[in-house]
């Protein structure tokens, strides 16, 4: 049930385009985002930008117009994941948070208050129905993904879910089939598969630079994540895992 996939349609992805470079303005290390070093393999192109601006739109992987667009973010949930990705959006040209919603009103409005945020809505109907909404962000837990998501979607609205994206494959397929019929955008909240690292590792195994890939080698603390090197850099086919331990 990974993330990234998105609905057919110009504004789908150009809303995708600017969400995944949320993310990755978001995710990238101070270091990724420092300029060239020694140690850069040749083939990677010269900057033209200075460092503060993200590596994606210094590598000409993401253009400036891509991502200059007027977007306005609704908020599902009060968390703190969700503080952390408020305070990326000051990153991302073009971008803000225009409503909030929280089960609890009064945590809800204590909530926009302390971020900025315009409006504090009493239910999620009425974040889904806010004309000043265009995308929502879904940072509640797990078990109200797949619920809230398809409220979102049957409401006109993109939606970008936190990870995990769903609880159950067959929840990924009733939600990503719903963004394809509403004509959406839908994807998780993924950071690091857009990080620049990833992005240059494609790049290197599409054009043949480093030969052919026959295994991915990773350590991560949880096995889990020990395994997501392989499908961003090869795409979501299934394939054969040889260990997985810790």
């Avoid at 599902?76 to 909030?100: R, Y």
Wanted: glycine residues 8%; aromatic residues 8%; proline residues 8%.
């Amino acid at each position: 049930s990974g993330g990234g996939r998105q609905a057919p349609g110009a504004m789908a992805r150009r809303v995708a385009v600017l969400a995944n470079h949320l993310v990755e303005s978001a995710g990238a290390s101070e270091s990724l985002r420092s300029g060239p070093t020694a140690s850069e393999p040749e083939f990677w192109p010269p900057y033209k930008f200075p460092p503060t601006t993200p590596l994606d739109i210094r590598l000409g992987l993401t253009k400036e117009e891509d991502v200059s667009f007027p977007l306005r973010w609704g908020v599902v949930t009060a968390s703190p994941i969700a503080s952390d990705w408020i305070k990326s959006l000051q990153d991302v040209p073009g971008a803000s948070v225009t409503a909030v919603w929280a089960r609890d009103p009064a945590k809800g409005a204590a909530y926009a208050e302390a971020h900025g945020i315009a409006k504090a809505h009493a239910s999620l109907d009425s974040l889904c129905s806010d004309p000043s909404v265009d995308i929502i962000y879904i940072a509640s837990k797990t078990w109200d993904h797949h619920r809230q998501a398809l409220k979102v979607i049957q409401a006109g609205k993109h939606v970008l879910i936190e990870k995990p994206f769903m609880d159950t494959a067959e929840q990924a397929r009733e939600v990503y089939a719903a963004a394809d019929k509403a004509g959406v955008a839908c994807f998780e909240g993924m950071w690091t598969r857009f990080f620049p690292a990833y992005e240059h590792a494609r790049a290197a195994i599409e054009g043949g630079l480093i030969g052919k890939v026959v295994m991915v080698q990773a350590d991560y603390p949880d096995r889990v994540y020990a395994l997501t090197p392989a499908p961003f850099a090869f795409g979501t086919d299934e394939m054969p895992v040889v260990a997985a331990g810790r």
